[in-house]
């Protein structure tokens, strides 16, 4: 199954302050918004349906960049929820040097044994990375996609 995984857009939250935008997490910023409509203009050009659902995780900046892209008939899945590993400094570590969290891969095989059944998932970095590093998708040239960034799987 051919898969979208789109990373959601720019937000003003770093990982260190991310639990001050409280439950719902923190909302895309301008630039969010604008990369996230450049990339409803690519996926137009690819000629894909913006009215079939897409699916995203519980937080809204995944909801906001899928809507800002132009979808608007979203289901939520927490499997694609942001990866909290309890140790900021260690997953900082493991990022820098292009390694992926053991609880980034324990959620990417959850998430691969029953798929979400859409085309386009919009998701977080590190679960972006671990998908990739679990489908064998090594040579990237970028560990974690950028904000807002299409990538296309095969699942």
């Known amino acids: 199954m051919r898969v979208y995984l789109v990373r959601h857009a720019e937000t003003d939250a770093t990982r260190l302050t991310r639990d001050d935008f409280g439950p719902k997490g923190a909302p895309i910023n301008s630039t969010g918004v604008k990369s996230s409509k450049k990339l409803g203009i ?18 809204q900046r995944t909801h906001q960049t899928a809507k800002a892209a132009g979808f608007n008939n979203v ?6 929820n942001e990866i ?16 992926v969290p053991e609880e980034a891969k324990e959620a990417a095989r959850k998430i691969l044994v029953n798929p979400p059944k859409e085309k386009f998932w919009f998701t977080h970095g590190l679960v972006s990375a671990a998908l990739l590093d679990e489908l064998g998708y090594v040579n990237r040239k970028d560990y974690i996609p950028e904000y807002a960034e299409l990538v296309e ?3």
Do not use: H, W
């Open 153 to 155: 799987i095969e699942i």
């Open 84 to 99: 909290n590993t309890g140790d900021i400094k260690k997953t900082l570590e493991l990022v820098r040097n292009r390694q």
């Open 42 to 59: 690519k996926i137009n050009e690819l000629g894909i349906d913006k009215i079939q659902p897409v699916v995203v995780s519980e937080l």
């Open 75 to 80: 289901v939520i899945n927490p499997l694609l």
